[in-house]
T-cell receptor
Framework: DTGVSQDPRHKITKRGQNVTFRCDPI?????LYWYRQTLGQGPEFLTY????????KSRLLSDRFSAERPKGSFSTLEIQRTEQGDSAMYLC???????????FGSGTRLTVV | TQLLEQSPQFLSIQEGENLTVYCNSS?????LQWYRQEPGEGPVLLVT?????EVKKLKRLTFQFGDARKDSSLHITAAQTGDTGLYLC?????????????FGKGTLLTVNP
């Protein structure tokens, strides 16, 4: 149990379909992050929430991507009109403040065929 | 853009050997973290270093933060097969308030029995 639950763990979708991922921190944390990791690379920052406010978005997050955190607890990441280049591990993380690092979820592995 | 370069990219050693992994940047970081990631899982935080020149020990793992806070190293003594995994370094930018992390590409360590 990592403290962050992500659902689903794996998703296979056809190109052009929409997909939605969910991230549930076990306890309340005001800062929540989404990262994307492709094979052979480290995680890359996508977006960041402080409570329900989305404060920063990476240029990696095209118009097809949207993220929400409606009540400042769980978060969703939606990808519309998926492309093969969207295939990656999508990671959600929380930060406990101070000099503590992130606690990551187990990720959602997306495969676009 | 802040970049973190990790070396070596791949490392295969025998159980009982010692090893060092490096993480270098031209940028100054307010803190640097090391994570270990297993296949199909999210990264797990090992340590956070904050002060230039800081050395932290975690059992057989020794972490060092460079004096100028631009680089770090991870030394493993008497490696065990359970140390196998992807080791990622990640830095938080100086002066940033969002604590967004920049990750290196990682060092894939294989410890053979």
């Amino acid at each position: 149990d990592t403290g962050v639950s992500q659902d689903p763990r794996h998703k296979i979708t056809k190109r052009g379909q929409n997909v939605t991922f969910r991230c549930d921190p076990i306890s309340e944390h005001n800062r929540l992050y989404w990262y994307r990791q492709t094979l052979g690379q480290g995680p890359e920052f996508l977006t960041y929430f402080q409570n329900e406010a989305q404060l920063e978005k990476s240029r990696l997050l095209s118009d097809r991507f949207s993220a929400e955190r409606p009540k400042g607890s769980f978060s969703t990441l939606e990808i519309q009109r998926t492309e093969q280049g969207d295939s990656a591990m999508y990671l959600c993380a929380i930060r406990q403040g101070g000099n503590y690092g992130y606690t990551f979820g187990s990720g959602t592995r997306l495969t676009v065929v | 853009t802040q970049l973190l370069e990790q070396s070596p990219q791949f490392l295969s050693i025998q159980e009982g050997e010692n090893l060092t992994v490096y993480c270098n940047s031209s940028s100054v970081f307010s803190s640097l973290q090391w994570y270990r990631q297993e296949p199909g899982e999210g990264p797990v935080l090992l340590v956070t270093v904050v002060t230039g020149g800081e050395v932290k020990k975690l059992k057989r793992l020794t972490f060092q933060f460079g004096d100028a806070r631009k680089d770090s190293s991870l030394h493993i003594t008497a490696a065990q097969t359970g140390d196998t995994g992807l080791y990622l370094c990640a830095g938080a930018a100086s002066g940033g308030s969002n604590y967004k992390l920049t990750f290196g590409k990682g060092t894939l360590l294989t410890v053979n029995p």
